[in-house]
């Protein structure tokens, strides 16, 4: 079997302030930016990805939820509860630089894991949680 990621959602709350932060602070290109039915998806992705899509989508992306539904993902996302993603990096000390000054929320500072990789954390504008990554021994 031959199976590759083509996309993942990331929940966001306000669509201008997340693409800032994925494009200006991050560097992700935008590839395509569609509205329906009052709602909003933004595709980015890494140039040195053309094949992974990385999309923006409201916190519940369905013109059926109930008002509570809605309601109840928005605390979630508030709470900084959704998953986020982890982004790999070939200098995880020059990324958490770059980051910052872009004035990302700084989670965890650059630091050596047991399970292999040099990583950081920030939350995005909206409080997900994204991790940058490095390899040990790159």
């Excluded at 899509?53 to 539904?69: K, M, Q, R």
């Amino acid at each position: 079997m031959d199976i590759t990621l083509s996309q993942c959602f990331i929940a966001v709350d306000d669509h201008d302030k997340a693409l800032a932060f994925y494009r200006d602070a991050l560097g992700l290109e935008v590839r395509n930016d569609v509205g329906f039915e009052g709602m909003r998806w933004v595709t980015l992705g890494a140039p040195s990805q053309p094949d992974v899509d990385i999309v923006l989508e409201p916190p519940l992306a369905d013109p059926n939820a109930s008002p509570a539904d809605r309601e109840a993902m928005a605390e979630l996302l508030a709470k900084g509860l959704l998953r986020g993603v982890i982004f790999r990096t070939a200098d995880v000390d020059a990324t958490f630089e770059r980051v910052r000054a872009a004035g990302g929320e700084v989670l965890q500072e650059p630091v050596d894991q047991p399970y292999g990789v040099r990583d950081c954390a920030f939350r995005d504008p909206s409080g997900n949680m994204l991790r940058f990554s490095q390899p040990r021994g790159r």
